[in-house]
């Protein structure tokens, strides 16, 4: 893989935050930006000594920028979460961080000093969760029919039918995030739903857990796909009681045979979508991102090569943590010669990606008891010896490990294979398996993953916006109780973070920390979900910064904001811990800095 040096990131811009050149004592106050964001919790990190700074008094180094930080709270989500009251950057590393008298000493003179004027900063969010190749190219080519903007399955029909209307014959009619869970009147889209939106049109519908996919006739057509295609593994192309196909498709395996017959991204250029998805999102503070379906865009090792050309254009800002995904195999990533920690501090291989289940909302993840009303247990996508199999071979070959387990039997599956880790000679623990979503748990799970070193990862959004269709439709209210289980957690000692999985939900850090700080739900606001899970905004903070830095090895580098790391943070309007708990996700991302230059 390609290996880059440290981008030089764009020069500061506008914000209310007031700067003072010592050298001048020039004062400036700028008008402030605006955004939202979220996080939650963290462990293995360096521990800043007394005061937090540990810089050889002997001064700074001349010849690069360097940036003193006053004037506010300085949160650096050390292990101590300690509260610093002056930070020093220059180039892109943080020098000093401590008491101001202290880094004032060590900066000496000749610094440009920036008043943060009673704000907030904190290191720059991590989402250890995301697809930015394949969600930056859906969300350039699909219409977004989702929860935020259509109330019924009805409105999404109409709203499609509309489209159809306005485009030329033959165009393909895209969607994404319809969701039946939660747009209620269909328990999904089938050909007599879509062939009435068009027969003249492609038409192409994406669930929002991005498990499932529905298209029309046409659709099926411009891919070949007739009543004789047979199920993928781990997939399936869902048929009715008279065997017949119905438009609906289970897993990508099986959807991606009809979207890959799409020519519309044929002039959409990959790196310039990934690169205009990042710049939005550097306005909600996220400094460092995931890839974790390395392999999906192009269904090669190619989509390595989008991100070497994004990191070399010099316009990438935002730190990228890639997972090759295992649908290409094991030997195909090997034959690349691809390595976990190719890359460098901007784009880094960290992992490589398993999936045990689907998704409990599309009524795919695996379970030890059916879902609500059914007889459906949903879907194993790799089978049991199978996972455990890829599990042990990319362990004892150096690689961390993300697994994909939202049901219950899922996850028994994933405890499994690391306990075939460990007979392998290898501690989960060391390889640094985390368990992605993990959804439902009980408590003797939680007890392994413990004993294990396992971590979690949480798709948190799945409380927000599904908690009341994992109570009503999905689950029933007891094992509803189980989702998402973050002071369980927590409490037994385990490392957890809060993640978007964009395009599952759409990456906001702050208020991913409300969601676990508060765990309302979206269409009940007074309803709380398993209240004994909801835990403190210092541990939601960690989850989206230090321990999402340490699942994605990058905690030697980000995460927190001690000496040596690079100086990424972002300077809040607000202190998070300050504001009623269903007000965070309004707190105002005012600036992000990545490796030492302000990019929003």
């Not at 880059?4 to 020069?11: H, P």
């Not at 989500?77 to 880094?103: H, L």
């Not at 044929?266 to 306005?283: F, K, S, T, Y």
């Amino acid at each position: 893989m390609q290996h880059f040096a440290d981008n030089e990131c764009a020069t500061p811009v506008a914000s209310n935050v007031v700067r003072r050149d010592r050298r001048s004592s020039q004062r400036r106050a700028v008008a402030p930006t605006s955004w939202v964001d979220r996080g939650a919790c963290g462990d293995g990190v360096v521990e800043i000594p007394e005061q937090g700074t540990s810089m050889d008094t002997s001064g700074i180094p001349e010849g690069e920028q360097l940036y003193l930080f006053t004037g506010g709270t300085i949160l650096t989500v050390d292990r101590a979460f300690s509260i610093a009251e002056a930070i020093a950057v220059q180039g892109n590393r943080i020098v000093a961080v401590g008491a101001e008298a202290t880094v004032r000493d060590i900066v000496g003179v000749g610094a440009t000093e920036i008043d943060l004027a009673g704000r907030t900063m904190l290191p720059g969010f991590v989402d250890a969760h995301t697809h930015v190749l394949t969600g930056s190219m859906v969300a350039a080519l699909m219409e977004y029919v989702g929860m935020a903007r259509f109330a019924t399955v009805r409105e999404v029909l109409d709203h499609l039918t509309d489209m159809a209307r306005q485009a030329p014959e033959g165009k393909w009619i895209l969607a994404r995030n319809f969701d039946p869970a939660v747009q209620p009147d269909l328990a999904a889209l089938t050909f007599a739903e879509l062939d009435a939106v068009s027969t003249a049109h492609p038409v192409f519908v994406l669930n929002a857990s991005g498990h499932i996919a529905y298209a029309n006739s046409a659709a099926f057509a411009a891919a070949g796909i007739g009543e004789d295609v047979e199920d993928p593994d781990g997939a399936e192309f869902v048929r009715d009681a008279d065997g017949k196909l119905t438009g609906t498709m289970k897993n990508g395996v099986a959807y991606n045979q009809v979207l890959g017959k799409c020519d519309a991204a044929a002039g959409l250029n990959p790196v310039d979508a990934l690169i205009d998805l990042l710049e939005g999102w550097r306005q909600v503070g996220l400094t460092t991102v995931s890839e974790l379906g390395l392999g999906t865009l192009s269904h090669t090792p190619d989509d390595l090569t989008v991100l070497t050309q994004a990191a070399g254009t010099g316009n990438l800002k935002t730190r990228i943590r890639a997972y090759s995904f295992y649908t290409l195999g094991t030997d195909t990533w090997d034959a690349a010669g691809v390595r976990p920690g190719d890359g460098d501090a901007l784009v880094r291989i960290a992992g490589y990606k398993l999936v045990a289940d689907g998704s409990n909302q599309g009524f795919t993840g695996l379970q030890r008891e059916p879902y609500l009303d059914t007889d459906n247990y949903g879907i194993a996508y790799m089978e049991p010896k199978v996972l455990a199999a890829e599990a042990v071979d990319r362990a004892s070959k150096g690689w961390s490990l993300a697994i994909h387990g939202n049901g219950d039997a899922g996850i028994d599956n994933i405890l499994d294979a690391c306990d075939a880790i460990r007979d392998a000679g290898v501690e989960p623990g060391a390889a640094r398996v985390r368990i992605e979503h993990c959804s439902i748990l009980h408590d003797e799970q939680i007890t392994r993953m413990k004993d294990l070193g396992v971590s979690a990862s949480f798709l948190i959004g799945h409380v927000h916006y599904w908690g009341i269709a994992m109570r009503d439709t999905v689950f029933g209210t007891q094992k509803a109780l189980l989702l998402d289980r973050c002071r369980s957690v927590e409490a037994a000692g385990i490392g957890f973070t809060l993640h978007s999985d964009f395009m599952v939900t759409d990456p906001h850090p702050l208020h991913m920390i409300e969601m676990a700080v508060t765990r309302r739900t979206w269409k009940e606001p007074d309803y709380v979900l398993a209240p004994e899970e909801r835990i403190s905004v210092e541990s939601a903070i960690r989850a989206v910064t230090s321990e999402a830095a340490w699942q994605l090895s990058s905690e030697h580098e980000v995460g927190s904001l001690e000496v040596g790391k690079y100086a990424d943070f972002v300077i809040l309007d607000q202190d998070p811990r300050a504001v009623p708990p269903d007000q965070i996700k309004d707190i105002t991302v005012l600036e992000t800095w990545m490796n030492g230059n302000q990019v929003y």
